[in-house]
C-alpha cells in the first residue's frame, strides 16, 4: 500500500509549541484553593456553547467572557476571577518544537492551526508587549496562522480543520498534524490527517520523523 505523500506539517500552538495552557489552568486552581482540574471540568460542560467555547470563537467581548465564565464556575461550586485565569496562560516557548518548524518549513507547507481568544498582542494572547514580540518572532515561522476567533469554528470543529486545509492549500490526507489533546486528533483523522498526540516533546518529535521518514533535527 502507497501512503500518500505528506506536504503539509500543521501544529497547535499550546501545548505543542508553547508549554500547555493546562499547567496555567494548574498554577491557578493552586492559588485560588480550587480543586485539581475545576477548570478543565467547567470547560467540558456544554463544550460547544459554554463561555470558553464562545470566546474562542470569537463570539463575545471580554467582558461578556468574563461574567460568563465566572458564572460557570459559581454554578459549579466555587468563585473564580476570570481575568487572573486568562493571565496564567502565556506559557514558554518549546525550542526543540521551534526548531522543528524551522527545518520543515524548506520543504513543507508549515502552518499554526490554534484555538484562540481575541485577547492581548497576537496568536498567543500575550498581553505583555515584549512577550507578544518574542511570539512574533516564532509566528513568523508558519506559512500560514490559523486562529479560531479569527475564522469563527474551533478546534474539535470538524469545519475547522477544513477550513485550515483550505487556508494552506493542502487536502488532509497530504497533511500531519500535531495537538496535546486527542479529542482535536481525533476529528483531523477522520477527516484523513496523519495526527501525533503530543504530550513529551521529544517523542512527538520521534513520532514526527517515523510519519516523514528522516530526521527534522
Request: glycine share 6%; charged share 20%.
Amino acid at each position: 500500500m502507497t501512503l500518500p505523500e505528506i506536504r503539509a506539517i500543521l501544529f497547535d500552538f499550546g501545548g505543542v509549541i508553547l508549554s500547555s495552557p493546562i499547567d496555567g489552568f494548574r498554577a491557578y486552581e493552586r492559588r485560588a484553593n480550587l480543586p485539581a482540574g475545576f477548570l478543565q471540568r467547567i470547560n467540558t460542560l456544554d463544550p460547544d456553547t459554554n463561555a470558553w467555547a464562545c470566546m474562542e470563537r470569537g463570539e463575545l467581548d471580554l467582558a461578556t467572557f468574563h461574567a460568563r465564565f465566572e458564572a460557570e464556575a459559581r454554578a459549579q461550586g466555587h468563585a473564580i476571577d476570570a481575568r487572573a485565569v486568562l493571565a496564567q496562560l502565556s506559557g514558554q516557548l518549546r525550542p526543540e518544537m521551534v526548531a522543528v518548524v524551522r527545518t520543515l518549513r524548506t520543504n513543507y507547507r508549515v502552518a499554526c492551526l490554534t484555538n484562540n481568544m481575541p485577547l492581548g498582542h497576537g496568536a498567543a494572547m500575550a498581553e505583555n508587549p515584549a512577550r507578544a514580540a518574542e511570539i512574533a518572532g516564532v509566528m513568523a515561522l508558519f506559512a500560514h496562522v490559523i486562529e479560531s476567533c479569527k475564522i469563527g469554528t474551533r478546534k474539535p470543529e470538524p469545519r475547522f480543520y477544513a477550513r485550515a486545509c483550505e487556508i494552506v492549500g493542502v487536502a488532509p490526507e497530504h497533511c500531519v498534524f500535531l495537538d496535546d489533546l486527542g479529542i482535536n486528533l481525533k476529528p483531523a483523522r477522520a477527516m484523513g490527517m496523519t495526527t501525533i498526540k503530543v504530550s513529551d516533546p521529544a517523542q512527538a518529535i520521534a513520532d514526527l520523523e517515523a510519519a516523514l521518514g528522516h530526521a527534522v533535527r
